[in-house]
């Protein structure tokens, strides 16, 4: 099993509507959860960052964590066609200095 | 500007040779990764590095080298070792906390072997 699963398969939808993305992760050591946002071609940015479990908004953005499941979600509210890109989830432990990364989602917000 | 810069953005490597792909932050972070992502596979570690003229092998290091020699720049070198080195190279760096509390990546090296 590896350490991060996501569901790589491309997500469409309209503009306004809701995306939902998720990832389950295997190792409970896991404290520190972020997702990033890569357009084509460039480097990944951060959107969200979340310590342990809980909820956490900023602007469209939602990220929440279930620690009890092991399952990360990111949900974007009246999705724009600027939001169409890949979103990566990423984790880490307390005193690890590494990432585990999901494989990416890649959504495509139609206008 | 703070940030991550990587360069060249583009790279053609002919068979047997070696490239370097030079990244360079002015962050102030101790921390400095290389990833590479290919389609379909996520992000996969390269090496890493905590501190100066340290390092450490990632998931995939085998046909690559690293130096880390100054706090601000960690350059990759893609040996003739490396058999299929197309691919898209990523540099990232970080504080250390109590983990990794959010890479920042530069823009990328998009590697072609002709």
């Known amino acids: 099993q590896k350490e991060v699963e996501q569901d790589p398969g491309p997500l469409s939808v309209p503009e306004g509507a809701i995306v939902s993305l998720n990832c389950t992760y295997s190792?409970?050591?896991?404290?520190?959860f972020m997702w990033y946002r890569q357009y084509s071609r460039k480097g990944p940015e951060l959107l969200m960052y979340t310590y342990s479990s809980g909820n956490k908004e900023d602007g469209r953005f939602t990220a929440q964590v279930d620690k009890s499941s092991k399952y990360i979600s990111l949900f974007i509210r009246d999705s724009q066609p600027s939001d169409s890109a890949t979103y990566l989830c990423?984790?880490?432990?307390?005193?690890?200095?590494?990432?585990?990364f999901g494989k990416g989602n890649q959504v495509v917000v139609i206008p | 500007d703070g940030g991550i810069t990587q360069s060249p953005k583009y790279l053609f490597r002919k068979e047997g040779q070696n490239v370097t792909l030079s990244c360079e932050q002015n962050l102030n972070h101790d921390a400095m990764y290389w990833y590479r992502q290919d389609p379909g596979q996520g992000l996969r570690l390269i090496y890493y590095?905590?501190?100066?003229?340290?390092?450490q092998k990632g998931d995939i290091a085998e046909g690559y080298s690293v130096s880390r020699e100054k706090k601000e720049s960690f350059p990759l070198t893609v040996t003739s070792a490396q058999k299929n080195p197309t691919a898209f190279y990523l540099c990232?760096?970080?504080?250390?906390?109590?983990?990794?509390?959010?890479?920042?990546f530069g823009q990328g090296t998009r590697l072609t072997v002709v």
């Open positions: 990232a760096s970080s504080i250390i906390g109590g983990g990794v509390v959010g890479a920042f």
């Open positions: 590095s905590q501190i100066v003229n340290d390092f």
């Open positions: 190792n409970s050591a896991f404290q520190y």
């Open positions: 990423a984790m880490s432990a307390s005193g690890n200095n590494r990432l585990a």
